[in-house]
């Protein structure tokens, strides 16, 4: 399968698991996943939380020496129940994650086998992918 059509198949599959998954009553992915953010997304989430970008970098964020920050917690802090409790305001690796749409699904093949057992969208999307691509076990 060609890396374009693979891309369309990931894609098309997780369009049809995702809404069958209810992601209130899983959470993993927040409670898992070390999260990256950039200035403007660290800008408007101290914002909606009233808070300065001094107090919420020193409550929340842990800063790499390239400039690079990610969430201080895992779980992450933000997270209630299965619930994000910013979920208007989350960041952009949170929107992404699964991440099906991205193109070069191949590229991310690994990163995305890492949450095979915690992530049940990404279970039920690999399975299928085996058994729609006539995959056999040896
Ligand atoms: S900000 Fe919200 S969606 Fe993102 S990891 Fe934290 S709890 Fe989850
Ligand atoms: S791990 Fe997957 S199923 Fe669970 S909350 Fe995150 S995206 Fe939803």
Not at 88 to 114: I, Q, S
């Amino acid at each position: 399968m060609d890396s374009l059509t693979l891309d369309k198949a990931v894609f098309e599959l997780s369009e049809s698991i995702s809404p069958k998954i209810e992601c209130t009553d899983c959470g993993n992915c927040c409670k898992s996943l070390m999260v990256n953010i950039d200035e403007d997304e660290a800008n408007n989430l101290s914002a909606h939380l009233g808070q300065s970008r001094d107090e919420f970098d020193a409550k929340y964020l842990d800063k790499g020496e390239s400039g690079r920050m990610v969430v201080n917690a895992i779980p992450c802090h933000f997270l209630v129940g299965n619930s994000c409790s910013v979920y208007e305001h989350r960041f952009a690796g949170c929107k992404e994650f699964p991440a099906f749409h991205v193109p070069d699904f191949n590229k991310r093949l690994f990163t995305t086998y890492m949450h095979y057992d915690r992530c049940p969208i990404i279970f039920n999307v690999l399975e299928t992918l085996k058994i729609d691509s006539g995959f056999k076990k040896a």
